[in-house]
């Protein structure tokens, strides 16, 4: 990603206006006839916008410290819980097109069209009943004959599959959705007369409408945690005046990558296993260099040609235990005012010399100049490293496209395909960058 400006976020907003139109128009008519031409329409929507996006995206970004697009406060650190709130939030209209789509079968089309009916049915006799049991509830999905009532016979009996929560007895009542007279043969089991209803109004059950509730509610507070106050220089200036802060005059000398243990929130343990990150390459007045390792989502290489040259001042806590790799938190505020976040290393260096410049301690509680807003917009996207997750995307979006326009219809391998292939193709394109920009980190780490 990169720091978006006004075109970029008026790309996006009309995305995630499409994604809400999706939800809507399924929350209004869940069944309908497929192929669905108002998803298509909001996915055409969505799906032009972010070819803007795109666009935009890839174009060199202008360095000015004057422009008041930039940000004030440090984003890459919530990049993480963005992530997981786009995930989460997409989530939803992936669901409701899975139960629209599995409610949406030719046998519904046939008995609406020959003149639906309610029944409570009597189970005549049980075939076979299978348990699927999970770790949070278990069901049991049987093959059942049940008497229809026809209009013209009196009774029919049919063979048909119902899903309940507990093992169907001979004698049990269940309802049934059927033709009235006989126009179309079989009938579609339920143990809930609301979900029957749902499937002739053709909107969410009462059950799945409190489903999606608590789904709304999980990412509203998702949403509320990740866009709380964490990055921002009051917490950070809370972290530097607890103990015995440094400041050290730098000046920007290069990009680069490499390995370090950061601490973990305020707990004061590093992590357990390295992490590979970029850095930026410092230098003090007398000649010693210092390095500031930043978010993995930043391209070090057009950021420190941005910067190059620039002076500022670092400020970090170093701890009397600092171990060799461990880093600490730290914060680079340049003369222009502007600021970055990231860690530094703590501890001596592996190779036992004088090490990196330890500067001075810290005379004020605010660093001085006073940073005013965060470094950018800067070249973030990085099409090396986002080409193959792009295209797993674009293979989910694809499927959901070919869901909406009625592939699965009748068609339950089809349909099971591409809607594994919309879950699956956001993980596996998660998995795809991140590989990617792993590989990037060790090309400049080598270099």
């Known amino acids: 990603m990169r720091e978006r400006d006004r075109a970029a976020a008026s790309a996006s907003a009309v995305a995630w206006a499409g994604a809400a139109a999706f939800v809507v128009c399924l929350l209004v008519r869940k069944v309908a006839p497929y192929p669905r031409w ?36 440090w984003w890459p650190g919530r990049r993480g819980g963005m992530v997981a709130l786009a995930l989460t939030t997409l989530a939803m209209p992936l669901l409701l097109l899975m139960t629209s789509a ?50 013209r016979r009196g009774t029919h009996l049919t063979t048909e599959s119902v899903t309940t929560s507990h093992p169907l007895k001979k004698g049990d009542s269940v309802w049934a ?32 409408a409190v489903l999606l509730a608590m789904w709304g509610c999980f990412t509203a507070t998702l ?8 990055t921002s220089l009051r917490h950070l200036n809370a972290d530097l005046v607890a103990g015995r802060s440094h400041m050290l005059r730098v000046r920007i000398a290069g990009p680069g990558a490499g390995f370090h243990f950061p601490y973990r929130g305020r707990t004061g343990k590093p992590a357990r296993q390295r992490q590979l990150s970029p850095k930026l390459r410092l230098t003090s007045p007398d000649g010693e ?14 950021l420190a040609k941005a910067l190059d040259g620039l002076q500022g001042w670092l400020y970090w806590t170093p701890r009397p235990d600092g171990q060799p790799g461990w880093t600490e938190p730290a914060l680079l505020v340049l003369d222009d005012g502007r600021y970055l ?16 410049p330890q500067g001075e301690p810290v005379t004020q509680p605010l660093p001085s100049p006073k940073p005013a807003r965060a470094v950018g ?28 326009a009625g592939i699965g219809y009748g068609n339950t391998t089809a349909l099971s395909i591409c809607l594994s292939a919309a879950v699956l193709g956001p993980i596996v ?3 795809l960058i991140g590989r990617q920009r792993t590989r990037y980190l060790h090309r400049l780490q080598r270099g």
Do not use: M
Request: proline share 9%; glycine share 10%.
């Open 377 to 404: 917009p800067y070249v973030l996207w990085q099409p090396h490293v986002h080409k193959p997750g792009v295209i797993a995307f674009g293979v989910a979006f694809l499927s959901v496209g070919l869901v909406s």
């Open 341 to 356: 976040l990231g860690t530094t290393p703590d501890g001596p260096p592996p190779d036992g010399n004088a090490g990196a």
């Open 38 to 73: 108002d998803l298509l329409a909001c996915l055409a929507v969505s799906g032009a916008a972010t070819v803007a996006w795109w666009r935009v995206a890839q174009r060199p970004a202008e360095v000015s410290p004057e422009r008041r697009a930039e940000r004030t406060r």
């Open 289 to 302: 260099g210092r390095d500031v390792f930043l978010d993995r989502c930043l391209d070090p290489v057009p």
């Open 429 to 431: 394109g998660l998995l």
């Open 102 to 151: 599995a409610a949406t079968t030719p046998e519904l089309a046939a008995i609406v069209h020959g003149g639906p009916v309610l029944s409570r049915v009597t189970v005549q006799e049980i075939h076979s009943t299978s348990r699927n049991q999970s770790r949070n509830f278990t069901e049991y999905t049987s093959s059942v004959s049940v008497a229809l009532p026809d209009g």
């Open 223 to 230: 949403a509320a945690l990740d866009l709380r106050e964490g």
């Open 177 to 208: 959705l059927h033709s009235s007279f006989s126009a179309a043969p079989g009938a579609i089991l339920s143990p809930s007369q609301d979900e029957l209803h749902s499937l002739l109004s053709g909107r969410v059950s009462g059950y799945e």
